[in-house]
């Protein structure tokens, strides 16, 4: 059968939470979930620790400027890369290359070794890295193509940005 009426129908079947029956979302959406936390945080924290290390309101800004500008300058080709590699090889490779970064910002915060200049270079990587993945819609096609499902997948990673 098809037609509007079946299309309809498909879509009253879809349930809310049909994403996670899906094995590789429901490793997925967790993982993605504590990375968006793990962001939002350090986006916190590091311009706290510029205006702490500078009192300068106008190094803290900069902090947010080198923040996007990787999105400004690699918006395009992040795109053309997430079309032409495996997409999972980048999801890894970026969300590595992210932990990384978080993990010496924290060894150098530890160790007392931190400089103002080091948020800006954290957030520069983090951003170069995080655009390649973050907003590439074709990462969610190993969960399903069908435009139905793949919409509770969009829904499903929104509220994970969204509570994190």
Do not use: C, E, K
């Not at 967790?30 to 968006?36: H, V």
Request: hydrophobic content about 50%; charged content about 10%; cysteine-free.
């Amino acid at each position: 059968m098809t037609g509007p009426r079946s299309t309809a129908r498909m879509a009253g079947s879809v349930r809310t939470f049909d994403a996670f029956r899906n094995p590789g979302f429901r490793l997925f959406w967790p993982a993605n979930f504590f990375a968006n936390l793990s962001r939002r945080t350090q986006m916190t924290l590091l311009p706290w620790m510029v205006l702490v290390l500078t009192g300068s309101p106008f190094r803290v800004a900069l902090v947010g400027f080198f923040a996007m500008l990787p999105m400004l300058l690699l918006g395009i080709v992040g795109g053309m890369l997430a079309d032409r590699v495996n997409r999972r090889a980048l999801l890894m490779s970026t969300q590595s290359a992210n932990v990384v970064v978080s993990v010496t910002m924290t060894v150098l915060l530890y160790l007392g070794a931190a400089q103002y200049w080091h948020a800006y270079l954290a957030v520069l990587l983090v951003g170069t890295g995080g655009h390649g993945s973050m907003r590439t819609p074709g990462l969610r096609m190993p969960f399903g193509s069908s435009r139905f499902f793949t919409a509770r997948i969009d829904s499903a990673n929104s509220s994970g940005r969204s509570t994190s």
